[in-house]
């Protein structure tokens, strides 16, 4: 199990056998070309639960979710699990 807590407070719990899986991968590597694949990689990622807390946790005064909060948060998540790895 992979725990940690974002800049912005979002903490998170992703089951090691989440990151071990193929359509996440190949998922990641659309998503340069094809941006609209963020839901899929976020669902693969932390299941449909915790995308709704992650999507609620990012959400504005009127329930609007910045695109740009969303992928700052996913890549502060993967640079740490990648700095871990590192260490």
Do not use: C, W
């Amino acid at each position: 199990m992979i725990k940690g807590k974002t800049k912005s407070g979002f903490s998170y719990l992703i089951p090691e056998k989440r990151l071990d899986n193929y359509e996440l991968l190949e998922a990641i590597g659309d998503i340069e070309t094809n941006p609209l694949i963020m839901p899929k990689v976020l669902k693969l990622l932390f299941g449909e639960k915790q995308t709704e807390k992650l999507k609620k946790h990012l959400a504005d005064k009127e329930g609007l979710i910045s695109m740009e909060k969303m992928t700052a948060e996913i890549q502060e998540i993967f640079e740490s699990q990648t700095q871990v790895k590192n260490s």
